[in-house]
């Protein structure tokens, strides 16, 4: 099915622990973006990445990792879990004019 | 930080009324977006308007932009149950150092009721 997915759609993990999120897209879009959802802080971007094999950071990088090495799929790593980072995360491909969004995945961390 | 900030936080109005909701940022802009995110999903665009237009149509939807006053408004028209939801504004941003980034507003939540 085209569109964009996330995996897991749930998790729950204990500080610090490795955790890794899946994004993937099927239309090719160059630019992937993960954000995090907070309550209070609204949207936040963590990375981006413009093509395969170039990422940058966002807003918030800190703890994370990312890659790209193919152009569909755009995983998030947690590194060392923390309990900050409980939240719900979004990934988004498209541009700057649009963007589309996965289903999210709750993340909680004990 | 946050460059959008929505108003009101939060608006509760009968099937059928007219939603107003309100977007505010600070600098210059390219465009100004809005989304919808229904409960427990992703956001959905919703629409676009460019840094030189001052209205838009979309179905129900009017959006407005003020760039004077830096602000945009979102109408929703003879609204829906179906139109509950957040709903965010997103300023496309970027500089001449080729810097370019969506700000996101902290969002409206509207509630629809029958």
């Known amino acids: 099915d085209a569109g964009i997915t996330q995996s897991p759609r749930y998790k729950i993990t204990e500080t610090g622990r490795q955790v890794t999120l899946m994004c993937h897209q099927t239309?090719?879009?160059?630019?992937m973006f993960w954000y995090r959802q907070d309550l209070g802080h609204g949207l936040r971007l963590i990375y981006y990445?413009?093509?395969?094999?170039?990422?940058d950071k966002g807003e918030v990088p800190d703890g994370y990792v990312v890659s790209r090495s193919k152009t569909e799929n755009f995983p998030l790593t947690l590194e060392s879990a923390t309990r900050s980072q409980t939240s719900v995360y979004f990934c988004?491909?498209?541009?700057?004019?649009?963007?589309?969004f996965g289903p999210g995945t709750r993340l909680t961390v004990l | 930080s946050q460059q959008g900030e929505e108003d009101p936080q939060a608006l509760s109005i009968q099937e059928g009324e007219n939603a107003t909701m309100n977007c505010s940022y600070k600098?210059?802009?390219?465009?100004l977006q809005w989304y919808r995110q229904n409960s427990g999903r992703g956001l959905v665009h919703l629409i676009l308007?460019?840094?030189n237009e001052r209205e838009k149509h979309s179905g129900r939807l009017r959006v407005t932009l003020d760039t004077s006053k830096k602000s945009s408004s979102l109408l929703i028209t003879a609204s829906r149950a179906a139109d509950t939801a957040s709903y965010f504004c997103?300023?496309?941003?970027?500089?001449?150092?080729?810097?370019?980034?969506?700000?996101w507003g902290l969002g409206t939540s509207l509630a629809v009721n029958p």
């Open positions: 997103a300023t496309d941003w970027s500089n001449a150092g080729n810097n370019r980034k969506l700000i």
């Open positions: 600098t210059s802009i390219n465009n």
């Open positions: 308007i460019r840094s």
């Open positions: 239309w090719s879009h160059s630019y």
């Open positions: 990445s413009a093509a395969a094999d170039i990422t």
């Open positions: 988004a491909s498209g541009a700057y004019n649009e963007q589309f």
